[in-house]
């Protein structure tokens, strides 16, 4: 993609703002309160703003996009759409709890409530899932379309390695404030970039022969002249639903039962770079201010991601196809070197292939049904390991990278905005998320095993040292996600939470509402969420992941309801003094929230 002395101006000049605001705004941030809670002083545009830019990245982006050029079409909103209403139980029944405990981290409030081992293995397990999932996942899907973008200047490990260092580079000097005000500006160039791109994208449909269009939808007599919308909904009337089968292995319309809601309530309400930000707030009322504004956001973000990601498979599906061969070559080399050894332990290898390519290598296809069936006879007679390999017909994590390529101007500066705007959307996630492990390592490990009479200097570069090594630690694993084993970045990520989000939401809610539930009943369900999932992972792996999260937490809630019931907590938790902010709610934000409730469930209503 050729890039322009404008466009480079405006990147630079862009990137260079968003730095400076944010450090010049956190500098002297030196005690621990300032550094991971920006001093308990962020006003409700601040925490809207930087709730937004931390949540919304390449992730979405690339992954989200993705989904909905693929089969899954809107569907994939209902992550937005739910967290709205997410968000507005979290300011009026978790956040004040929270506040009112003084807390810097959520497994704090797991030893406040339960006791120590509880606290510490959430601290381990969320620390590591930030770690090893979330800004891994980030870090990738930013190379990816980097890569996407620029295919001879960059690979993926390269992109990795610099993503990761700036946004390292940029929390470690200036904390949470330093993110938060940089997030004002990231998140709002994210709504007007992703503005944008939705009304190039439409544009392009505008312009676009129905022949050169890509659908499996019947568009028999939908004239070329037709409009751009007109041609949008024409073409993917079959995406724009919010209800897939219960049968489907992605988002069945049964998750919307309890499935969908249980990562919402864990990211939204107790995850640590999420919450930190209400943690930070000048006050109970600028705290729910802030996540009922972002809640509103949320209800808009489909329109700007979803919506694109449906129209670049309309567009470009032949290079998410030209994409896709790249990475089956592989595959496919693989498979050849395995037929011609048939007696070696390398020959044991499976090769998984999706029904859109069997359509499109139908002998291709049969020859292999025939070879997986004869690799499955050896393994049954041996026992021996066997390994497994993916053949994809389309790369749907490319959509809307293809959509930048393609459709945004260069020479005016306009595509340097936008490139920024991504750039600053993984710099904002990525340094959240750092920012999260840090405090959790350090507050809630460091200082309690380590030090505990650590110096507020001492526990501030404990956590910039933290940054550097989870940094490294994630770089070193991201280019390992460009493998079509994970099936995708957004699958990757909610799929490898579930092994915690129903353990810590279940065990949070108990800890928040059931005063009589015993010390030790957080560290059983803490334990009990991985064991369930693993094993449903294991026995039902056609099971939609969202299913085995609600069974688990299903699980969960017995045993520890049990637990409550045989041995039930006999005196009250102690609560320490509240930090000197005003606990008072904020009415106008109820109102406000109560609005957003309407809106959601009025957008099911409409795409059901």
């Given at each position: 993609?050729?890039?322009?002395?404008?466009d480079i101006?405006v990147?630079l000049?862009?990137?260079?703002?968003v730095?400076?605001?944010?450090?010049?705004?956190?500098?002297?941030?030196?005690?621990?309160?300032s550094?991971?809670?920006?001093?308990?002083?962020?006003?409700w545009?601040?925490?809207?703003?930087?709730?937004?830019?931390?949540?919304?990245?390449?992730?979405?982006?690339?992954?989200?996009?993705?989904?909905?050029?693929?089969?899954?079409?809107?569907a994939?909103?209902?992550?937005?759409?739910?967290?709205g209403?997410?968000?507005?139980?979290?300011?009026?029944?978790?956040?004040?709890?929270?506040?009112?405990a003084?807390?810097?981290?959520?497994?704090?409030?797991?030893?406040?409530?339960f006791?120590?081992?509880?606290r510490?293995?959430?601290?381990v397990?969320s620390?590591?899932t930030?770690?090893?999932?979330?800004?891994?996942?980030?870090?990738?899907?930013?190379a990816?379309?980097?890569?996407?973008?620029?295919?001879?200047?960059?690979?993926?490990a390269?992109a990795?390695?610099?993503?990761?260092?700036?946004?390292a580079v940029?929390v470690?000097?200036?904390?949470l404030?330093?993110c938060?005000?940089a997030d004002?500006?990231?998140?709002?160039?994210?709504i007007?970039?992703?503005?944008?791109?939705?009304?190039?994208a439409?544009?392009?449909?505008?312009?676009?022969?129905?022949?050169?269009?890509s659908?499996?939808?019947?568009?028999?007599?939908?004239?070329?002249?037709a409009?751009?919308?007109?041609?949008?909904f024409?073409?993917?009337?079959?995406?724009?639903?919010?209800?897939?089968?219960?049968?489907?292995?992605?988002?069945?319309?049964t998750v919307?039962?309890?499935?969908?809601?249980?990562?919402?309530?864990?990211?939204?309400?107790?995850?640590q770079y999420?919450?930190?930000?209400?943690?930070?707030?000048?006050?109970?009322?600028?705290?729910?201010?802030g996540?009922?504004?972002?809640?509103?956001l949320?209800?808009?973000i489909?329109?700007?991601?979803?919506f694109?990601?449906?129209i670049?498979?309309?567009?470009?599906?032949?290079?998410?196809?030209?994409a896709?061969?790249?990475?089956n070559a592989?595959?496919l080399?693989s498979?050849?070197?395995?037929?011609?050894?048939?007696?070696?332990?390398?020959?044991?290898?499976?090769?998984?292939?999706?029904?859109?390519?069997?359509?499109a290598?139908?002998?291709?296809?049969?020859?292999?049904?025939?070879?997986?069936?004869?690799v499955?006879?050896?393994?049954?007679?041996?026992?021996?390991?066997?390994?497994?390999?993916k053949?994809?017909?389309?790369?749907f994590?490319?959509?809307f990278?293809?959509?930048?390529?393609?459709?945004?101007?260069?020479?005016?500066?306009?595509?340097?905005?936008?490139?920024?705007?991504i750039?600053?959307?993984?710099?904002?996630?990525?340094a959240?998320?750092?920012n999260?492990?840090?405090?959790?390592?350090?507050?809630?490990l460091?200082?309690?095993?380590?030090?505990?009479?650590?110096?507020?200097?001492?526990?501030?570069?404990?956590?910039?040292?933290?940054?550097a090594?989870?940094?490294?630690i994630?770089?070193?694993i991201?280019?390992?996600?460009?493998s079509?084993?994970?099936?995708g970045?957004?699958?990757y990520?909610?799929?490898?939470?579930?092994?915690?989000?129903?353990?810590?939401?279940?065990?949070?809610?108990?800890?928040?509402?059931?005063p009589?539930?015993p010390?030790?009943?957080?560290?059983v369900g803490l334990?009990?969420?991985?064991?369930?999932?693993?094993?449903?992972?294991?026995?039902?792996?056609d099971m939609a992941f969202?299913?085995?999260?609600?069974?688990?937490?299903?699980v969960?809630?017995?045993?520890?309801?049990?637990?409550?019931?045989?041995?039930?907590?006999?005196?009250?938790?102690?609560v320490p003094p509240?930090?000197?902010?005003?606990?008072?709610?904020c009415?106008i934000?109820?109102?406000?929230?109560?609005?957003?409730?309407i809106?959601?469930?009025t957008?099911?209503?409409?795409?059901?």
């Amino acid at each position: 993609m050729e890039i322009h002395f404008a466009d480079i101006a405006v990147f630079l000049l862009f990137l260079v703002a968003v730095v400076a605001v944010g450090l010049i705004k956190s500098r002297n941030e030196n005690d621990s309160e300032s550094y991971f809670l920006a001093g308990r002083g962020l006003s409700w545009w601040l925490i809207g703003f930087s709730l937004i830019a931390a949540n919304i990245s390449t992730e979405q982006f690339v992954g989200m996009s993705g989904q909905a050029a693929d089969y899954i079409g809107l569907a994939v909103a209902t992550w937005e759409w739910l967290a709205g209403i997410t968000l507005v139980v979290t300011a009026f029944f978790v956040l004040p709890k929270f506040l009112r405990a003084g807390i810097y981290t959520v497994p704090q409030f797991l030893e406040q409530r339960f006791d120590k081992s509880a606290r510490s293995l959430m601290a381990v397990l969320s620390m590591a899932t930030f770690v090893l999932v979330s800004f891994t996942a980030v870090v990738y899907s930013g190379a990816l379309m980097a890569t996407t973008l620029f295919p001879e200047s960059i690979s993926i490990a390269g992109a990795s390695w610099a993503i990761g260092v700036l946004a390292a580079v940029y929390v470690a000097a200036g904390g949470l404030k330093a993110c938060a005000w940089a997030d004002l500006l990231q998140g709002s160039a994210l709504i007007v970039g992703g503005a944008i791109m939705l009304w190039l994208a439409i544009d392009a449909l505008a312009g676009s022969p129905v022949a050169s269009l890509s659908t499996t939808a019947d568009v028999q007599g939908l004239a070329d002249s037709a409009g751009g919308w007109e041609k949008f909904f024409a073409l993917n009337e079959h995406k724009l639903h919010m209800a897939l089968p219960a049968d489907d292995t992605n988002l069945p319309w049964t998750v919307l039962l309890i499935g969908a809601w249980i990562p919402n309530f864990y990211y939204w309400g107790l995850n640590q770079y999420i919450t930190q930000r209400t943690l930070g707030s000048h006050s109970l009322a600028h705290g729910q201010r802030g996540v009922v504004f972002a809640a509103a956001l949320k209800l808009v973000i489909p329109f700007v991601i979803v919506f694109p990601g449906i129209i670049a498979f309309n567009l470009y599906s032949g290079d998410m196809e030209a994409a896709a061969t790249d990475g089956n070559a592989a595959v496919l080399a693989s498979y050849e070197q395995a037929k011609a050894a048939p007696d070696k332990a390398e020959s044991l290898l499976v090769v998984e292939f999706e029904p859109a390519w069997a359509s499109a290598h139908p002998e291709q296809a049969v020859e292999l049904a025939a070879w997986n069936d004869a690799v499955a006879q050896r393994v049954a007679a041996s026992g021996a390991a066997v390994t497994s390999e993916k053949l994809i017909r389309y790369k749907f994590d490319t959509a809307f990278g293809l959509l930048v390529k393609k459709l945004v101007p260069g020479g005016h500066g306009l595509r340097g905005f936008i490139l920024a705007a991504i750039l600053g959307a993984v710099i904002s996630s990525l340094a959240s998320m750092l920012n999260a492990a840090s405090t959790i390592f350090t507050m809630d490990l460091f200082r309690e095993y380590v030090r505990r009479d650590a110096s507020q200097q001492a526990l501030v570069r404990t956590g910039r040292v933290a940054v550097a090594v989870f940094t490294v630690i994630g770089c070193l694993i991201a280019p390992l996600l460009d493998s079509p084993v994970f099936k995708g970045i957004f699958n990757y990520i909610q799929e490898f939470q579930g092994f915690i989000s129903p353990g810590i939401l279940c065990v949070c809610a108990f800890g928040l509402f059931v005063p009589r539930s015993p010390a030790k009943s957080g560290l059983v369900g803490l334990l009990t969420s991985p064991l369930v999932y693993g094993v449903l992972k294991l026995l039902a792996p056609d099971m939609a992941f969202l299913n085995r999260m609600a069974v688990t937490s299903g699980v969960v809630v017995v045993v520890m309801t049990a637990m409550t019931v045989l041995m039930p907590r006999t005196t009250p938790h102690v609560v320490p003094p509240p930090p000197p902010i005003d606990l008072r709610s904020c009415p106008i934000a109820r109102a406000i929230g109560i609005a957003v409730g309407i809106a959601t469930v009025t957008l099911y209503v409409i795409f059901w």
